[in-house]
């Protein structure tokens, strides 16, 4: 099971996420925000939107709203968008 393990604040909505397969990415949160359901909503407030958190490898929000590492990891590798760290011996 895929896990968030690191999450940076990049710009406007944007974060960076580190996944337990040593895979990263940077998701674009704009699309799930435009959406203005009562849980991203609150997310529009760019000092709100950077108060985010994992919780068992999930990327969440004090509100309520907790998003699949999963779901993530798979958008992010069907977009081209995944990349993997590169180990050295």
Not at 25 to 48: A, C, K, V
Not at 71 to 86: A, V
Request: proline content about 3%.
């Amino acid at each position: 099971m895929i896990k968030i393990i690191r999450a940076e604040y990049i710009r406007q909505k944007i974060l960076r996420l580190y996944f337990s397969d040593s895979s990263w990415g940077d998701y674009d949160l704009q699309p799930l925000i435009d959406r203005q359901t009562e849980l991203t909503h609150p997310l529009n407030d760019d000092s709100y939107f950077q108060q985010f958190f994992l919780e068992l490898g999930a990327l969440c929000w004090r509100n309520g709203l907790e998003l699949s590492p999963g779901s993530i990891h798979k958008k992010l590798e069907e977009r081209q968008q995944l990349h993997y760290e590169t180990k050295v011996a």
